[in-house]
């Protein structure tokens, strides 16, 4: 890409998502250097753990986009599905980093670092293959925008 051409939306996005992986890890290596990794069988961490899980179980149910409607006027429908498939990725980057925080809130609440760097270990990982967006994603969008008739052309717009 030229120096002077503007970045395609999907690269924009995927810059913004990089940025915010970065607190996660950050609080991960705090919370590994204040306290000691042991583990610790208590009911929080088996909550703090089962909560990444259901992190990973609750992605397909927060992407979904809504169908555009037959009638919608194409720049309209370009507008909307954009709207859509930055919300899905936000619902699902909060549902995500929410197990994540949550296990170094366990840490600090059990003395140990093991829920925050578990949790923050799983939520990097879901978040490079499910949060950031990719064109599989941008694709699998658009089929949902577009069942209803309309043309979201949501490849289109992210350089696709």
């Known amino acids: 890409m030229p120096p002077d051409a503007e970045p395609s939306l999907l ?9 915010t992986i970065v607190p996660p890890a950050a609080l991960a290596v705090a919370v590994s250097l204040l306290l000691p990794p042991e583990w ?15 992190s990973a179980a609750a992605i397909p149910l927060v992407s979904r986009v809504p169908v555009l409607p037959v009638a919608m006027p194409p720049e309209q429908a370009r507008a909307e599905g954009v ?3 930055r919300s899905s990725i936000f619902r699902r980057f909060a549902v995500v980093q929410g197990a994540g925080l949550f296990g170094a809130i ?14 923050t270990a799983v939520a990097i990982a879901l978040m490079v293959l499910f949060v950031m ?28």
């Open 11 to 19: 690269t924009v996005f995927r810059r913004l998502f990089l940025r």
């Open 40 to 54: 610790v069988p208590h009911a929080l961490f088996a909550v703090s753990t089962a909560m990444s899980v259901a």
């Open 83 to 85: 709207k859509a498939f």
């Open 106 to 119: 366990a840490s600090f609440a059990l003395d140990t670092s093991l829920p925050c760097l578990i949790n």
């Open 133 to 160: 967006p990719n064109a599989r994603q941008v694709r699998s969008a658009e089929k949902q925008l577009d069942s209803g008739g309309a043309r979201s052309g949501l490849s289109a717009e992210f350089g696709i």
